[in-house]
């Protein structure tokens, strides 16, 4: 899952960079590097430990990144989908644990198409985070940390929002803990 979610990309955008460089330096024109991650790259979910872990580092990529391809007009963009209903997922849910089912259901799931429509919004405007839904946009807040923020709506958003969204997290946390206990007891008596 290393390889492939954090290794992958990092490989990809090594390799496409000098000709991104290039096009730039030659035509004038701004480019985007879109990454996907997901709301299991913002908080930490029961089951997704590998899978976290390469999509928090995809976090740290894209903000070291942005740092470095800034001054060639290259805008990084990091995008936080729910689970989204593709074939992957399907498979995926075959073989789910159920705390995960009741945890993901937190942020509800969304369609390829939506997701899709809501990213190309995020890269047309430089956004440097892309929440895809509400609770993700509740999440972007919450998880804001030092992240660029090109808006000064979602900068001033961010700043008021802070210690209500810690607060609305940390409820969130009570109940998938509550959960993760009262499914172990529920094991433990059978
Ligand atoms: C501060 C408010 C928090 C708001 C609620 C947050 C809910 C977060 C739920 C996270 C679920 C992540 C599910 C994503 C999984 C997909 O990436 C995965 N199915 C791909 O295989």
Redesign the pocket.
């Known amino acids: 899952m290393v390889e492939v979610n954090l290794m992958g990309t990092f490989h990809l955008i090594k390799a496409a960079l000098p000709a991104m460089k290039q096009r730039g330096k030659e035509t004038g024109l701004p480019a985007s590097i879109a990454i996907m991650s997901?709301?299991?790259?913002?908080?930490g979910?029961y089951g997704?430990t590998a899978?976290s872990a390469t999509?928090f580092g995809l976090r740290g990529l894209a903000e070291a990144l942005q740092q470095e391809v800034i001054m060639d007009n290259i805008h990084v963009t990091l995008i936080f989908?729910?689970?989204?209903e593709t074939p992957?997922?399907a498979q995926?849910l075959k073989i789910?644990p159920e705390i995960t089912n009741a945890?993901?259901a937190?942020?509800g799931g969304m369609k390829a198409d939506d997701v899709a429509q809501k990213a190309l919004n995020g890269i047309k405007s430089a956004q440097f985070v892309v929440p895809c839904n509400f609770?993700?946009t509740?999440?972007s807040?919450?998880t804001a940390g030092l992240s660029p923020q090109r808006s000064y709506l979602m900068a001033f958003n961010e700043v008021l929002g802070a210690s209500l969204?810690?607060f609305?997290?940390l409820c969130?946390q009570w109940n998938w803990f509550s959960t993760i206990e009262k499914w172990h007891a529920k094991k433990k008596c059978k």
């Not at 989908?81 to 989204?84: G, I, L, Q």
Request: proline share 6%; glycine share 12%.
């Open positions: 997901s709301q299991a790259g913002q908080v979910v997704y899978y999509k989908p729910p689970d989204t992957g997922l995926e789910r945890i993901a937190s942020s609770e993700g509740m999440l807040i919450a969204m810690r609305v997290g969130f």
